[in-house]
């Protein structure tokens, strides 16, 4: 019988695979959408950040509506958010659609980052605990509003006749 000896300056696929996989930054992205809004969320090992288009979180208008945008944090609270920053790049749609495709994008990358780089069973404690409170966090609502059409001001809504 042979021992084979690895000289320290070969490298096997598997050591170079493990060097390549440590380098490598553990992250994913995960959209969020509500209407014609998009959001793009991109979510990384960190220390609690929550960035939107480049600002916090705590300063995204209108104020009416920062809670919505809280909700997936409070619900799973702050230590869960404590490893990860998040940055969300948002396009289209107006205010409101806008703050549902953040939250949205921020519950799904979470949960995406727990399966990708945690365990299967704090994920899916996750997906429970924001299912239970809210669909929309994780799954997009497929309304969207519908095209005009002639002989009236809207979609469904016809003109007024008078029969003199």
């Known amino acids: 019988q042979k021992s084979k000896s690895i000289s320290p300056h070969t490298h096997t696929s598997a050591m170079v695979a493990q060097q390549k996989k440590e380098k490598e930054i553990e992250s994913v992205q995960t959209y969020g959408r509500k209407r014609t809004a998009t959001a793009v969320a991109h979510c990384k090992r960190g220390k609690g950040l929550i960035k939107v288009n480049g600002q916090p979180i705590e300063l995204v208008n209108p104020p009416a509506l920062r809670y919505k945008l809280y909700e997936p944090v409070l619900l799973l609270k702050r230590e869960r958010f404590a490893d990860v920053d998040i940055r969300v790049r948002v396009k289209g749609g107006g205010f409101t659609s806008q703050i549902y495709a953040i939250r949205q994008a921020v519950a799904k990358s979470l949960v995406a980052f727990y399966q990708k780089y945690v365990d299967e ?44």
């Open 121 to 164: 069973a704090s994920k899916n404690e996750i997906k429970q605990i924001l299912l239970q409170y809210d669909r929309t966090l994780l799954v997009a609502d497929p309304r969207r509003s519908e095209p005009k059409k002639f002989g009236g001001p809207g979609a469904r809504a016809r003109y007024q006749k008078s029969y003199r």
